[in-house]
């Protein structure tokens, strides 16, 4: 595809339950971001995937959240025993390898809304 | 501790005048800067970046300016058009850490026809 996809667009799911969200990142890309926008704040960074190396997973909140990624393709963000504090709009994003400018730009997917009642 | 701050959340300007949104940094390590823009049901698309060694730069009708020693800087947008209207982000990152990139609360401005 041209772009980052993300799965569900939406998901409403009860307290307690697990949810998984799935993210696409742009062919060739070889760093995978997640982050999670809550209501009224900023990005919030969660965990970083770069070719073979060993994630990054300083900014996941609690052990209820992980995340894995295939080779240099799909990635899976799972929160464990939702709470209603995790409702937020998760956002993917990869980037290119190079030198350094392109290593900043991140392109993101649309992000997945999820609601926990 | 925000290391990337907007302090303005909103803002409202009229059709072709200039837009100026804000961004404060603290940490004194950033070196590359970058803006994004954010539609509605959309992810952060990537607007336009500054080195900190230059103190501005400009794409079309977005200029961004720099000011290390106040570790300030802005975005403008002349003229200003109904479809600028978005969540702008600032973000920094550091020569040190290039794979991390720290984004401010975001501005959200919506330009008035």
């Known amino acids: 595809g041209a772009g980052v996809s993300q799965s569900p667009s939406n998901k409403v799911t009860e307290k307690g339950k697990d949810v998984e969200l799935r993210c696409d990142p742009i062919s060739g890309h070889t760093a995978l971001y997640w982050y999670r926008q809550r209501l009224g704040q900023g990005l919030e960074f969660l965990i970083y995937?770069?070719?073979?190396?060993?994630?990054?997973k300083s900014g996941l909140p609690s052990d209820r959240f992980s995340a894995e990624r295939t080779g240099e393709s799909v990635s899976t963000l799972t929160i464990q025993r939702t709470q209603q504090e995790d409702s937020a709009v998760y956002l993917c994003?990869?980037?290119?390898?190079?030198?350094?400018?392109?290593?900043?730009?991140?392109?993101f997917g649309p992000g997945t809304r999820l609601t926990v009642l | 501790d925000q290391q990337v701050k907007q302090n303005s959340p909103s803002l409202s300007v009229q059709e072709g005048r200039i837009s100026i949104l804000n961004c404060d940094y603290t940490n004194s390590m950033f070196d590359y800067f970058l803006w994004y823009k954010k539609y509605p049901a959309e992810g952060p698309t990537f607007l336009i970046s500054?080195?900190?060694?230059?103190d501005k730069n400009e794409d079309g009708r977005f200029t961004v300016f720099l000011n290390k020693s106040a570790k300030h800087l802005s975005l403008h947008i002349v003229p200003s058009q109904p479809g600028d209207s978005a969540v702008y982000f600032c973000a920094a990152s550091a020569v040190t850490s290039y794979d991390k990139v720290i984004f401010g609360p975001g501005t959200s401005l919506s330009v008035i026809p």
């Open positions: 500054i080195s900190s060694i230059k």
């Open positions: 994003a990869s980037r290119q390898p190079g030198p350094p400018l392109f290593q900043i730009t991140q392109y």
């Open positions: 995937f770069q070719g073979n190396s060993a994630p990054d």
